[in-house]
């Protein structure tokens, strides 16, 4: 594959209604000048078993075992990333199996859950892993095989706290909010009847139903500063930490700096703005007590993590990027494309088109460093997981950068090493034994659902989207009946969700609602039918298809009509990601409805 394919800057694309739409000839050049392309860069080399080699190869292991490979890569090579003798010395080079794992046989329901919105009446104002847990306890008595939740990583915990999971200030770490402060190691010891006033102001927040993110951090810190002051801490802890290294090291450092001077940090001070340089160093030394506090956060995290896990297999979500002023930017800046953002085209649920507001990664940059960065978000994606879901995957092969503050209209895609990405994403999922889902919605080029096919990659069906049977989706695939962007079939089928839409003067497609609802009604009832009759319906069919696993919507479950999250709006028109689910977690799962769709997404 040439440079230029590799890399390349479409001219022109075809969008969601096959229309052919020239990019901005200006988008283009700016994109050209951010990716610096000139000649192509030494990248790694990927081999697979099976593939011929043109000459002898000399390879170190990543155990420090020499190995000689010739002829062809034998089925006992060792799968990894290696070190072969080049002429103009060490290159790396990795061995990758080509295929992600995926079970034979393998035909699981499950549910989708928004963590934070899933909160019961021990929560302290957010749902948490603990009622994580639960639910999962819950689910697994009732035949679920697994549980997708929304991207659990790091937002920056200070005021105003980004409520979006897919607009995080890490994809490596994790957000704090989500432990359970009763369940850490050391906390009854350090707070005494502290923790039973912190407890009952935490539930007093659940009285509101829009999540206030702020206070929940001001009293859950406040709580866990005081759990870790009292040390000392676990000697686990600190052997976890020393493997995570200087990733973990510098997210603990932009921590403190940020409680500081803000959770953005292209507002700090000039000095502070090099994760490496000399300032940083010694605020880090100077704050050591600090640094190791946030540290410790995600090793808490972590093990209530793996709690949860091992109530009910989880599926975790892996967002497109970060926050422009987050923790990985600033730990990194060089590895993104700064003056842009990813986003999407104008489709016919998103008329305007979609800007995230995330740095897209640089092709270039990520190719030169043998795709570390890569590894590394995967590894964490897989942690504690039975899988991973791959939100706009599509991305893997192209993203849609957007000149930063522009209009959407005025973007242009931009072409990703895909081969070796997919062959990088292969070898992660075969070590972590979990399978990868892509999110393959909206606008699809031409070859990737066959590239994922070919890779044991699961795609993703909706119900809302096809006009197929469920009997007829196909088996490779994680099916569902809407998203998190898209209507509740309560939301749908009363309307409801249409009239809050157009209440808050964002453009409704009633002709696609429409179509929507008429594929819902062919599966799931009629005209006159209840809300609770169509949910209990479009799930048991779903659960009837061959696809290799289905899920069911909390939302669903509590049969609520708004969305989680309405696209191209903001807190001060809508409460997006902020509403927990009514009526509480446990109350939610003693109901018939509940109890029902549980029955609804057996499989045999």
């Not at 940083?280 to 540290?295: D, I, K, P, W």
């Not at 909706?462 to 009946?481: I, K």
Request: charge should be negative.
């Amino acid at each position: 594959m040439t440079d230029a394919h590799r890399w390349g800057v479409q001219a022109e694309y075809h969008d969601a209604t096959h229309r052919l739409v020239a990019a901005h000839a200006q988008t283009v050049e700016a994109v050209r000048t951010a990716l610096g392309a000139g000649g192509d860069l030494d990248g790694p080399l990927i081999l697979h078993p099976g593939d011929p080699v043109d000459h002898p190869l000399e390879l170190v292991t990543e155990d420090g075992r020499s190995l000689l490979l010739d002829g062809v890569i034998a089925a006992d090579v060792p799968l990894g990333y290696h070190t072969w003798n080049a002429p103009d010395g060490p290159r790396p080079l990795v061995v990758s199996p080509g295929r992600c794992h995926l079970p034979v046989g393998m035909r699981l329901g499950g549910w989708v859950v928004q963590v934070y919105g899933a909160r019961s009446h021990s929560s302290w104002g957010i749902g948490d892993l603990a009622d994580l847990r639960n639910f999962g306890e819950w689910a697994a008595q009732r035949g679920a095989g697994f549980t997708l939740i929304s991207p659990i990583n790091a937002a920056v915990a200070v005021p105003p706290i980004e409520p979006s999971p897919y607009l995080p200030t890490s994809r490596r770490w994790r957000n704090p909010l989500y432990i359970r402060v009763e369940e850490v190691p050391g906390a009854a010891a350090a707070l005494g009847t502290d923790l039973d006033q912190a407890a009952a102001a935490g539930r007093a927040l659940n009285a509101d139903r829009r999540i206030d993110r702020d206070a929940v951090a001001a009293i859950k810190l406040g709580a866990l500063r005081r759990i870790a002051a009292a040390g000392p801490l676990p000697s686990d802890f600190s052997a976890w930490r020393a493997a995570a290294g200087e990733d973990l090291e510098r997210f603990a450092t932009f921590c403190v700096i940020a409680e500081a001077h803000g959770g953005d940090f292209r507002a700090w001070p000039t000095e502070l703005l090099a994760s490496g340089g000399a300032a940083a160093g010694r605020l880090r030394r100077g704050a050591a007590a600090q640094v190791e506090f946030h540290a410790w956060l995600q090793w808490v995290i972590e093990q209530q993590l793996a709690r949860a896990a091992a109530a009910l297999p989880l599926l975790t979500d892996l967002p497109i990027g970060v926050d422009p002023g987050g923790a990985d930017v600033w730990a990194d800046p060089d590895l993104f494309a700064r003056d842009f953002s990813v986003g999407a085209p104008p489709d016919e649920f998103n008329t305007l088109g979609q800007d995230w507001a995330q740095p897209p990664w640089n092709p270039r940059e990520l190719r030169a460093r043998a795709y570390a960065p890569l590894v590394s978000v995967l590894r964490a994606g897989f942690s504690n997981a039975m899988g991973l879901r791959i939100d706009h995957v599509m991305g893997l092969f192209r993203l849609f950068w957007i000149p930063r503050g522009a209009d959407p209209h005025r973007g242009v895609y931009v072409r990703y090493p895909s081969a070796e990405i997919l062959d990088i994403v292969a070898l992660e999922s075969v070590r972590a034994g979990a399978v990868v889902v892509g999110e393959d919605l909206g606008t699809v080029e031409p070859g990737v659902r066959e590239e994922m096919a070919a890779r044991n990659m699961l795609g993703s069906v909706l119900l809302y989207f096809t006009d197929d049977d469920p009997s007829a989706f196909p088996r490779r695939a994680l099916s569902t009946v809407t998203t998190h962007d898209l209507p509740t079939l309560a939301g749908l089928w009363s309307g409801a969700d249409s009239t809050e839409v157009s209440s808050i003067g964002v453009p409704v497609n009633h002709a696609a609602i429409a179509e929507v609802r008429s594929r819902v009604a062919r599966v799931a009832g009629g005209e006159g039918s209840s809300v609770e009759t169509v949910i209990v319906n479009a799930y048991r069919a779903l659960a009837a298809s061959p696809s290799t696993l289905v899920a069911a919507a909390l939302e669903d479950a509590a049969a609520t009509s708004e969305r989680p999250n309405l696209p191209g709006t903001t807190g001060a028109l809508r409460p997006n990601w902020s509403q927990a689910l009514v009526p509480p977690l446990d109350e939610l799962l003693s109901a018939p409805l509940a109890e029902r769709l549980g029955q609804a997404l057996r499989r045999g």
